[in-house]
């Protein structure tokens, strides 16, 4: 069965701490995996697409990275407006071209 | 404001009553998304449609749930004799017809059933 894992569950960060958010995945195949950010009692927000193993991608204070089973989702030096749930998703490459497959998320807290 | 838009934002109804959802995607994208999402938990897939045809539905759609999207333009999600368990975030997304292209997500509607 195609599943997506993320860890931790919550995680709070000093304003400036580094840190990485993980989410496990078991697909049949991988068409891309996705990252969101989601804000309270909003939609989930693009982050970034991934492909292949060993493709990267950079946004500001984020970084994500993809293997063969799992993909980080790095945060350097975060600051308070980083605080939002993280979400992961994949689209196995054998089952509907609908549907995206979540993660449960990473809720980030990021204190001044 | 060109992104995915959804009305209502908020909607409370008694149980038993029936509920209708609309969402307008991003003008260029002929996919389009229903997902529904509880509190802790991450978005779960409902149906999808390519222009007008709805390609797949999820075993989560019950017979109570349908979904339009006529002219394959804005889409409905009408949820009929509402029970409380219907109570979630029901999120629209649209996206171009690539295989492993982003979807794009709205402010979802938030459903209450009292």
């Known amino acids: 069965e195609d599943q997506v894992t993320q860890s931790p569950e919550a995680l709070r960060l000093q304003e400036g701490e580094s840190s990485s958010l993980n989410c496990s995945y078991t697909v049949s195949g991988l068409r891309g995996l996705f990252w969101y950010r989601q804000d309270p009692g909003k939609g989930p927000e693009f982050l970034f697409t991934?492909?292949?193993a060993g493709e990267e991608k950079e946004k500001e204070r984020l970084k994500a990275t993809l293997t063969k089973k799992e993909s980080f989702l790095h945060i350097t030096a975060p600051k308070p407006e980083d605080s939002a749930t993280y979400l992961c998703a994949v689209q196995p490459a054998g089952g509907s071209q609908g549907n995206l497959i979540f993660g449960k998320g990473t809720k980030l807290s990021v204190k001044p | 404001d060109t992104g995915v838009s959804q009305n209502p934002r908020h909607k409370i109804t008694k149980r038993g009553q029936n509920v209708t959802f609309r969402c307008d995607p991003i003008s260029e994208h002929n996919r389009l998304y229903w997902y529904r999402q509880t509190l802790g938990q991450g978005p779960e897939f409902l149906t999808y449609f390519q222009n007008e045809a709805q390609l797949e539905k999820s075993r989560l759609l019950s017979d109570r749930f349908s979904a339009e999207r006529p002219k394959g333009s804005f889409s409905t999600l009408e949820i009929q004799r509402t029970e409380q368990g219907d109570s979630a975030m029901y999120l629209c997304?649209?996206?171009?017809?690539?295989?492993?292209?982003?979807?794009?997500f709205g402010q979802g509607t938030r459903l209450t059933v009292v």
């Open positions: 991934l492909y292949s």
């Open positions: 997304a649209s996206s171009l017809p690539r295989q492993g292209i982003e979807a794009f």
